[in-house]
């Protein structure tokens, strides 16, 4: 079992910048990766960024290349995500969420959440 929780979030104006973290606790000896999920009102929630978890390799959606940068510490169990020149389009809930390992040590599926923290980018 993995918990996650986050810090961070705000409302910032378009060309800002926010940071937005969490940190992890259990079992993370089982994650493969951490990943940035967002959801803007009326729309489905799609995965924004994600970092391995041993070896650091991250991917970044099209809509924030360039502008979004994910990192993580091991010793702390945390992933951050910096955010530069946020747009309007930006604005949503971010979730953190935990990937698990598979059983032939590929990729699991997300099946850790954090409650999630709001992102607002005004014009």
């Known amino acids: 079992q993995v918990q996650v929780v986050e810090f961070g979030g705000g409302m910032v104006q378009a060309g800002g910048s926010l940071r937005v973290s969490c940190t992890a606790s259990?079992?993370?000896?089982?994650?493969?990766?951490m990943g940035w999920f967002r959801q803007a009102p009326g729309k489905e929630r799609v995965l924004v960024t994600s970092?391995?978890?041993?070896?650091?390799?991250?991917w970044y959606d099209e809509s924030v290349w360039g502008r979004f940068t994910v990192s993580r510490e091991k010793d702390n169990s945390t992933m951050s995500l910096q955010m530069n020149n946020l747009q309007p389009e930006d604005t949503a809930v971010y979730y953190c969420?935990?990937?698990?390992?598979?059983?032939?040590?590929?990729?699991?599926?997300?099946?850790?959440w954090g409650q999630g923290t709001q992102v607002t980018v005004s014009s």
């Open positions: 969420a935990a990937q698990k390992r598979g059983t032939n040590g590929q990729r699991g599926e997300y099946a850790y």
């Open positions: 259990g079992r993370t000896e089982s994650m493969y990766a």
């Open positions: 970092i391995t978890w041993s070896s650091g390799r991250s």
